[in-house]
């Protein structure tokens, strides 16, 4: 009987309950007929109250955790403030409440406290990495988020602490983790690309080994490789980039493809970039795991914006200068670099016509770092074209204003 929290003018209950073999379900039941007649408070059970309060404690601990991870180490806003959302939401739904559960709230008498239990213990084992970190906090907020559910749907519970609510805020935990897993697992990835980016247009190595010319790029320092190739067939195209993933794997450096979502799958490269005529983004981030990255090439203010919006690890704008590379680029200038720059926080790649005499340029623009064709290609020294372009890239970095620091 001491489930219930009994005041002054329910004594003659109280006196009923004491005196009788009078079940828990039928005090409720003389409470609730008492409570309509005299207008008094809903009467709240104690022990779950207790258990709900340690379950907010506990959801809104992890939801903070996971807020901090988006906001200090992956700087997004967008999804740090979606988990601050959550983390409000959840006060809020629980704010009528809030003098009950401290009331009830007894710490030094829980008998878990210091013990590390099974799920404690195997939350220990997957924290070994941020991913893992991830994983148990998101974790031990849902848990906590069920918990708290299935309280709620207690006849006494859901007048005041709604179900649907924290069933709601439950998926939309499951969502954000997925987003904030899948960012952290490319974020290894995303700075490598603070180096040269190198891309192996096929026609413009005009008969040239793809392989020889990209271990020059690699010996020269170039942390980024990406296969392009406008014509040839998909076939044709496999076993290059079978071999290509293979050297840059045994170099540590990122294998990229241009547009073809179903070669990058083929050859598991790290990522594929895409222009403003291939499949959508938000399709190519469905289809490919969520380890890989995707880079989106833009000319405009506003398609950058949707870039970053939708969640491209990069972006590539161009064509900065003319090039005979590409001659139908439309060519946007270093001020359109500079726009976009102050519009967009994702890493920026300048592209098109750069050289070692306007990398800098380039580089002071706010372009986080460049990819190159001709610059490298053109050159029978491919790897002393590469080592130039880096120490200049170098030289221009001012370190604090890159996107991948
Ligand atoms: N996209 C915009 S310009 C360009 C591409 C693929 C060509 C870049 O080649 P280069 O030789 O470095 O100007
Ligand atoms: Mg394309």
């Known amino acids: 009987m001491g489930n219930y929290i009994f005041k002054r003018p329910y004594q003659s209950i109280r006196n009923k309950v004491a005196s009788s073999q009078t079940t828990s379900e039928e005090v409720f039941q003389h409470y609730e007929f008492l409570r309509f007649v005299l207008r008094l408070p809903i009467l709240m059970p104690r022990q779950p109250l207790r258990l709900i309060d340690a379950n907010i404690n506990r959801a809104s601990e992890g939801l903070r955790l996971l807020e901090d991870v988006a906001r200090f180490i992956l700087n997004d806003a967008g999804l740090s403030q979606q988990l601050r959302a959550m983390r409000h939401s959840l006060v809020e739904e629980t704010k009528s409440l809030c003098v009950k559960l401290l009331s009830q709230r007894d710490s030094e008498q829980d008998v878990g406290v210091g013990k590390e239990n099974v799920i404690a213990r195997e939350a220990k084992q997957s924290q070994q990495d941020l991913p893992g970190v991830i994983t148990a906090n998101a974790k031990r907020v849902a848990e906590s988020l069920r918990v708290i559910e299935e309280l709620a749907k207690l006849p006494e519970m859901s007048p005041v602490l709604p179900p649907a609510k924290f069933e709601q ?12 897993t899948s960012r952290i697992l490319r974020q290894d990835k995303v700075k490598q690309l603070a180096g040269l980016y190198v891309i192996l247009d096929r026609q413009a190595l005009a008969g040239r080994d793809e392989l020889e010319i990209a271990e020059q790029v690699i010996q020269g320092g170039a942390k980024v490789i990406q296969l392009r190739d406008k014509q040839s067939s998909k076939a044709e195209l496999l076993p290059i980039a079978q071999k290509l993933k ?4 045994k170099s540590a450096i990122l294998f990229i493809i241009n547009d073809y979502l179903d070669l990058v799958l083929a050859v598991a490269a790290d990522g594929l970039h895409i222009g403003q005529r291939d499949l959508p983004l938000p399709i190519i981030r469905k289809e490919l795991p969520i380890d890989k990255i995707v880079g989106c090439s833009v000319r405009t203010v506003s398609q950058a914006i949707k870039a970053q919006n939708e969640g491209a690890d990069y972006i590539a704008v161009g064509s900065i200068f003319p090039t005979p590379t590409k001659k139908d680029a439309t060519v946007v200038g270093v001020n359109r670099l500079k726009q976009i720059r102050q519009v967009v926080t994702s890493p920026l790649l300048a592209i098109g016509g750069i050289n070692e005499d306007n990398i800098g340029e380039v580089m002071a623009a706010g372009a986080d770092s460049v ?24 030289m221009s970095r001012k370190e604090e204003h890159s ?3």
């Open 169 to 180: 805020l439950r998926f939309t935990l499951y969502t954000l983790e997925q987003r904030l």
């Open 246 to 249: 293979a050297l840059c794997d």
């Open 371 to 394: 990819a190159v064709i001709s610059a490298v290609l053109s050159k029978g020294d491919v790897k002393g074209a590469v080592q130039r372009l880096m120490a200049k890239m170098r």
């Open 403 to 405: 996107a991948f620091s």
